[in-house]
């Protein structure tokens, strides 16, 4: 029937979908919906990154520092400009400078500010700030992409931020909620590596132990066989120096080592299990370059096999409190490791292991 | 009204349009469950073996020494510190049972 709503309705909505289709008007909405989006999750990354502030503040005043605020901003905008790649010659030596010399800054700034706080504490006070830290970077870059995106109308780079949000959220969320563990210092998945050694210097007679650069090598003997476990300095939030550590244990053996083990924490693939342990060669480690490439070029030089065990977990696994799976497969991994040096090496022999990750909550 | 093909199209449009609005207005509202975990320490003899899962307390870390056992009397240590699920269903955000620094 002429003039019926439904008529006209029906005609609304299809010259509404033809202006759209042919003004670009439907983008435009679309994108307006995904900038909504993008600064809804944005304002749920500033709190985190506020939450975080305020309550390093919090401890930092508890902990006597009268003006929290300039330490903790110097430490949210700290940067690190990257070696030059162009010109690969020493590249390897230039970011161990580079990274050396961010680690001696942030170490200094922090013993100027709290001069009589322990190692064990500075560590994790530091861990604390460079979680802050990262979550504003995240931060700033979400907001920086948004605002292009805006500025020039470009929908594309909209749609793959939009897309790309929840990974952001859930990475910042995993940053975010890591705070505790090591503000209270409890040992995270990541500290799998340095609990397996542990473990290994707990089961054998311990013989000499000593520390280099923040690194802990204990020599044990074990099922006859002599042990240099190395593992970072404990229980303070640190990763140490394993790499170099490492190197330097060899060349002191004049090379006389059997077999070089290393343990770390690796993500796991989705579909994965959690405490899965995989085993391979080559140097478990998960750093930008200099520890590794000293662990390789050590064996390759004296032809040491290089042998790795993984303990599998994911981002969140890593950074959070060690779940009970990990601690179960921590303890596996241990008797495979012997299990490995008994079938590989004669009596006698001289094997170096290496936990690799940050040892917070975990001691030697 | 006359229920013609041309209504009936135009009303299958309208209705999809607010199925599909429902639908988005409840995926917004979807959370993904909070688990909520418990850190604990589990304290070992090494003579006797005797065991003990405890709650976590500051300034506990793997190797450290806590008290004697009530077993054999020697010192026990940290043996693991673990982060256990708590069956509860709850949807309550990530706490920790214990105070920062």
Redesign the interface.
């Known amino acids: 029937?002429p003039g019926?709503?439904?008529?006209y309705?029906?005609q609304i909505?299809f010259i509404l979908f033809f202006i759209m289709l042919f003004t670009g008007l439907n983008q435009r909405i679309q994108m307006k919906l995904w900038a909504y989006d993008i600064r809804s999750k944005l304002s749920l990354i500033k709190r985190h990154v506020d939450e975080s502030r305020s309550?390093t503040e919090e401890?930092l005043v508890?902990?006597g520092v009268k003006e929290p605020s300039p330490l903790i901003s110097k430490y949210m905008d700290f940067f690190t400009i990257e070696p030059v790649s162009l010109e690969p010659t020493d590249i390897i030596k230039r970011l161990d400078h580079i990274l050396t010399t961010r680690e001696r800054v942030f170490k200094d700034s922090l013993a100027q500010v709290l001069p009589d706080l322990g190692k064990h504490?500075r560590s994790?006070i530091e861990t604390s700030l460079e979680i802050v830290s990262v979550l504003n970077y995240i931060y700033k870059i979400v907001r920086h992409y948004l605002l292009i995106g805006e500025k020039y109308n470009n929908w594309v780079l909209l749609m793959q931020l939009q897309f790309q949000m929840p990974e952001i959220l859930r990475l910042t969320e995993t940053y975010y909620?890591s705070f505790?563990a090591f503000?209270?210092?409890?040992?995270i998945g990541d500290g799998a590596g340095p609990?397996v050694a542990?473990r290994l210097i707990?089961r054998g007679r311990v013989l000499s132990k000593k520390v280099i650069d923040d690194t802990v090598v204990v020599e044990t003997w074990l099922d006859d066989r002599r042990l240099f476990v190395v593992k970072a300095e404990?229980?303070g939030s640190n990763v140490g120096k394993p790499g170099k550590v490492i190197q330097k244990v060899i060349e002191e053996l004049n090379g006389n080592v059997d077999l070089v083990i290393t343990v770390d924490a690796a993500l796991k693939l989705e579909g994965e299990e959690t405490g899965e342990i995989a085993e391979g060669v080559g140097a478990a480690i998960g750093d930008p370059g200099p520890e590794k490439i000293a662990i390789e070029r050590a064996a390759s030089t004296y032809g040491i096999p290089l042998r790795a065990l993984v303990v599998k977990m994911s981002l969140e696994d890593a950074l959070?409190?060690?779940?009970?799976q990990?601690?179960e497969a921590?303890e596996r991994c241990a008797d495979y490791i012997l299990r490995i040096i008994k079938d590989s090496t004669k009596p006698g022999s001289t094997i170096i292991v290496a936990g690799i990750g940050n040892t917070v909550?975990?001691?030697? | 009204?006359?229920i013609d093909d041309?209504?009936v199209?135009?009303?299958i449009?309208?209705i999809s349009l607010i199925i599909i609005l429902i639908q988005l207005w409840f995926e917004s509202k979807k959370r993904p469950r909070a688990v909520e975990?418990e850190?604990k320490t589990l304290v070992k003899c090494?003579k006797c073996g005797y065991s003990e899962e405890r709650e976590?307390q500051?300034?506990?870390?793997?190797?450290?020494i806590k008290g004697k056992c009530p077993k054999c009397g020697s010192p026990i240590k940290v043996h693991?510190?673990?982060?256990?699920e708590l069956k509860t269903g709850s949807r309550e955000k990530?706490k920790?049972p214990?105070k920062?620094?």
Do not use: C
């Open positions: 029937m019926d709503w439904t008529d309705i029906g909505i309550r401890i508890k902990l504490e994790l909620k505790n503000i209270n210092g409890v040992p609990l542990y707990e404990g229980p959070h409190p060690m779940k009970k990990i601690y921590v909550g975990v001691g030697q | 009204m006359i041309y209504n199209f135009v009303m449009i309208l975990m850190t090494p976590f500051p300034g506990d870390f793997v190797s450290a693991a510190i673990y982060a256990i990530l920790t214990h920062p620094l």
